[in-house]
């Protein structure tokens, strides 16, 4: 354990970091809370630039989810985001790809969530510009797809 921060950093990756990463990251960050689970810590980035509000539309999923959204603004993935990462969960397989591809050594470490949960080929569906229906889908999906890793994150975590 390095000093006295967390065990285990998750970062989470889509597109734009700005719909289902930043989710994923408030939710995930949650459920850690709700457990008293401190040793990993959660985070999120985008493939594309940075510096983009979260959209309304996953903010009004989360509430919905009774979570209040964090001011976050959105981040590019980097390198040295990536070297600090226990873990790199991707909404989709072509985002993993793209990670695998673009930056070394990061075989082992970097999954799509629906691959990390069990379910390899499952992508998370991008609501972007959709409807709070498509918002709320992508959120249930995400929240499922959290859930059912959430076994093997309390173990990555030492829990």
Same mark, same amino acid.
């Not at 493939?47 to 976050?72: C, D, F, K, V």
């Not at 691959?115 to 609501?127: K, L």
């Given at each position: 354990?390095?000093?006295?921060?967390?065990?285990?950093?998750?970062?989470?990756?889509?597109?734009?970091?700005?719909?289902?990463?930043?989710? @994923?990251?408030?939710?995930?960050?949650?459920?850690?809370?709700?457990?008293?689970?401190?040793?990993?810590?959660? @985070? $999120?980035?985008?493939?594309?630039?940075? *510096?983009?509000?979260?959209?309304?539309? $996953?903010? *009004?999923? !989360?509430?919905? !989810? *009774?979570?209040?959204?964090?001011?976050?603004?959105?981040?590019?993935?980097?390198? $040295?985001? !990536? @070297?600090?990462? $226990? !873990?790199?969960?991707?909404?989709?397989?072509?985002?993993?790809?793209?990670?695998?591809?673009?930056?070394?050594?990061?075989?082992?470490?970097?999954?799509?969530?629906?691959?990390?949960?069990?379910?390899? *080929?499952?992508?998370?569906?991008?609501?972007?510009g959709g409807s709070a229906e498509d918002y709320d889908r992508?959120?249930?999906?995400?929240?499922?797809?959290?859930?059912?890793?959430?076994?093997r994150l309390r173990k990555l975590a030492g829990r």
């Amino acid at each position: 354990m390095k000093g006295s921060g967390p065990a285990v950093t998750v970062i989470f990756v889509c597109h734009g970091n700005i719909c289902r990463s930043p989710l @994923a990251e408030m939710y995930a960050r949650h459920v850690a809370r709700q457990e008293g689970l401190t040793a990993v810590e959660f @985070a $999120s980035a985008g493939l594309i630039e940075p *510096g983009n509000p979260m959209s309304t539309g $996953s903010a *009004g999923a !989360l509430r919905r !989810l *009774g979570i209040e959204p964090g001011p976050p603004e959105s981040r590019t993935i980097s390198l $040295s985001m !990536l @070297a600090r990462a $226990s !873990l790199v969960l991707a909404m989709e397989e072509g985002q993993k790809r793209a990670i695998l591809r673009d930056f070394d050594g990061l075989a082992g470490k970097v999954f799509s969530l629906g691959e990390f949960a069990g379910h390899a *080929g499952v992508d998370v569906d991008d609501p972007y510009g959709g409807s709070a229906e498509d918002y709320d889908r992508m959120a249930a999906q995400v929240k499922g797809l959290i859930d059912e890793a959430w076994p093997r994150l309390r173990k990555l975590a030492g829990r």
